[in-house]
């Protein structure tokens, strides 16, 4: 058996809030590619705009703007969906999260459910104002509170992902 030298448990509820910080972290994740082209395709046909005296470049700056507002619009809707699908499963508007990480796995608790995954799955992570929101493969995230460390602190944690993230090349830290 290894022996473990990280751990870290952490427990909150995921109330609206968190679902909201968690939730938004992993959409912008997600899709960065797209605002990054989406704020260049913006930015070159406004400033080509004045340059060659005509307002057709601003057709493609404006489809861009259009662009950003329709990610905006999918991240509110998905963050209501996630809602929706944390009452209809747990039955709670705010379950309890229990997530417990150590050098080789990550097990995670809400309500009754568990569930447990290999350690290998992360892919990137993204530090919010209050959250340290993991991505996994699969499109599955795993944000815990940087105040609801009963075992680790949410410094040590971040150190942790950042030293994993160095080791294993198969993901983005995405700060």
Do not use: C
């Not at 905006?72 to 990480?101: C, G």
């Amino acid at each position: 058996m290894a022996v473990t030298e990280h751990r870290f448990i952490n427990r909150y509820r995921y109330d609206k809030e968190a679902a909201k910080e968690a939730m938004g972290a992993y959409w912008r994740w997600k899709n960065r590619k797209a605002y990054w082209v989406l704020g260049v395709m913006v930015a070159f046909f406004t400033i080509l705009s004045p340059i060659f005296e005509t307002e057709m470049f601003l057709i493609p700056a404006l489809i861009g703007v259009i662009g950003f507002v329709s990610l905006f619009v999918q991240e509110s809707q998905s963050i209501s969906k996630e809602r929706s699908n944390i009452r209809q499963a747990f039955k709670t508007d705010a379950p309890w999260l229990k997530i417990e990480i150590d050098d080789e796995t990550i097990h995670t608790t809400v309500s009754n459910t568990q569930r447990k995954v290999s350690i290998d799955n992360i892919v990137g992570y993204k530090e919010t104002k209050n959250m340290y929101v993991v991505f996994l493969r699969g499109q599955l995230t795993i944000a815990m509170k940087k105040d609801s460390f009963e075992l680790g602190t949410g410094e040590a944690f971040k150190a942790f992902l950042d030293m994993y993230m160095a080791e294993h090349q198969n993901g983005q830290k995405t700060a």
